[in-house]
């Protein structure tokens, strides 16, 4: 006789909801998610497909510009405001600052970067000198915050993370790599007064030839006669500090550092300055019709990925070893990581790509230029961890950046 269990005991079996499975196991639910046939992340996602992101900029009030940029579960919010260096408080370096300099650097007549024929080879040299000066001059400061309770990692009010300070470097070496601004919107120019030209002839008749011949003399001073005193000089740059607040964080914080970072320097537009001899200081115009957009050479993309093996024991197995013990396991490479994800994944790598082309004078001037690509460029490659990605896989992420690029570009310059 078969005995009956007690009519108390529940015999329904027992379940978790799926994150408790994620927390429990980690690695196996996001294996189980992406072994199955429709090959999905936990998030829904494919695997190269990214997080839908949102811009929106000009929310700060009291900045020259500003962004807030959402990616999934991450937000950063960026400012970016304007302050002026002396040219005399710069120490131990002497920049181009007279016309003859700039012309001289620039090949020609010209003393604006953006005068000279876009592809050159006079126009990449004298690229790279303003990048060059723009550095030593520090005229860049941008600064990552983290310490705002974004995640539990990042605990409110404590001192800047060892995390924070490679990522603020992090941007600086991209910013003055990609040669995103111009040194011609950081010089702010002191243009002296003309001599007063001659009076007319019927008010003081020659009283010679000489004299006579004098009045037909252009008004202009001569170059060559001018002091250096009287000549045009750079009295002054623009200081763009630029910071970075994570207001939540879910996964690599860069890509979504550097697309608040872009957004913001698109809307950035800083005053009318000049120099004002008489007091012997900067002055700038309090209209905001006078200000002046900063121009973007090019939009650059940063963009990460994760590689996701699955070994026999759930761990990472190099190539060598899998080789080796003759097993098979299987790999998969994730765009744009979410929080989840990047602590399971044991390798990373970010591409940073940007498109060749060039924006219309009419464009800069306006402000809201429309980038026209020719073709993509690879500015940098950062990896780090794991032994999965090779050549083949390297030019896979690259290929997939460049996908993004056009869409990502379609989108900040929409913002």
Same mark, same amino acid.
Request: with cysteine; proline share 9%; glycine share 8%.
């Given at each position: ?25 980690? $690695? ?11 090959? $999905? ?6 695997? %190269? ?12 009030? %009291? ?9 999934? /579960? ?39 970067? &953006? ?15 303003? @990048? =060059? ?30 995390? @924070? ?17 111009? *040194? /011609?919107? *950081? ?25 006579? *011949?004098?009045? &037909? ?18 009295? @002054? ?20 550092? #550097? ?18 001899? /008489? ?24 963009? +990460?990925?994760?590689?996701? =093996?699955?070994? @026999? ?11 080796? =013990?003759?097993?098979? $396991? ?5 765009? &744009? *990581? ?8 044991? =390798? ?5 790509? $940007? +498109? ?6 009419? /464009? ?6 429309? #980038? ?19 050549? +083949? ?23």
């Amino acid at each position: 006789m078969a005995i009956q269990p007690p009519s108390s005991i529940s015999t329904t079996p027992l379940t978790f909801p799926p994150t408790h499975f994620a927390k429990l196991a980690p $690695r196996s639910y996001l294996h189980a998610h992406l072994s199955s046939a429709q090959t $999905r992340r936990p998030s829904g996602r494919l695997p %190269h497909e990214s997080r839908k992101q949102s811009i929106n900029t000009g929310s700060l009030t %009291h900045c020259h510009g500003s962004a807030v940029v959402r990616a999934g /579960d991450t937000a950063v919010v960026c400012g970016v405001r304007g302050e002026i260096l002396s040219a005399e408080d710069v120490v131990d370096h002497r920049p181009a600052t007279t016309i003859e300099e700039l012309q001289r650097r620039y090949g020609g007549h010209s003393t604006r970067l &953006d005068e000279l024929e876009e592809g050159g080879n006079v126009k990449r040299k004298a690229r790279v000198e303003d @990048a =060059e000066e723009m550095a030593h001059l520090n005229l860049l400061v941008p600064n990552v915050e983290l310490s705002t309770g974004c995640s539990p990692s990042y605990l409110p009010g404590g001192p800047p993370s060892e995390e @924070a300070q490679a990522l603020s470097h992090r941007t600086l070496s991209l910013l003055h790599t990609s040669q995103v601004l111009s *040194m /011609d919107d *950081m010089r702010i120019w002191y243009h002296p007064t003309e001599p007063p030209s001659p009076p007319p002839p019927s008010e003081t008749p020659p009283s010679n030839p000489q004299t006579s *011949m004098s009045l &037909d003399l252009p008004n202009e001073p001569d170059p060559e006669t001018t002091t250096p005193q009287q000549q045009p000089r750079v009295r @002054a740059y623009w200081t763009l500090h630029i910071t970075l607040l994570a207001l939540s964080l879910s996964g690599p914080p860069f890509p979504t550092l #550097w697309t608040a970072l872009l957004a913001a320097l698109r809307t950035t537009r800083l005053p009318r300055a000049w120099w004002d001899p /008489d007091a012997n200081t900067v002055l700038c115009s309090p209209a905001p019709s006078e200000a002046k957009p900063l121009t973007l050479n090019s939009l650059p993309m940063a963009m +990460g990925f994760g590689v996701f =093996e699955a070994g @026999a024991a759930g761990g990472l197995v190099p190539s060598s070893t899998r080789a080796k =013990e003759g097993e098979e $396991r299987k790999s998969w490479v994730l765009a &744009d *990581m979410d929080g989840f994800e990047e602590g399971v994944c044991g =390798e990373e790598i970010t591409v940073v790509v $940007r +498109g060749r082309g060039s924006v219309s004078e009419s /464009d800069r001037v306006s402000g809201r230029g429309r #980038w026209k690509s020719k073709g993509i460029e690879v500015l940098k490659i950062e990896k780090g961890g794991g032994g999965v990605l090779g050549k +083949g896989e390297v030019r896979e992420v690259v290929g997939l950046a460049a996908e993004r690029w056009e869409e990502w570009r379609r989108m900040v310059e929409g913002s």
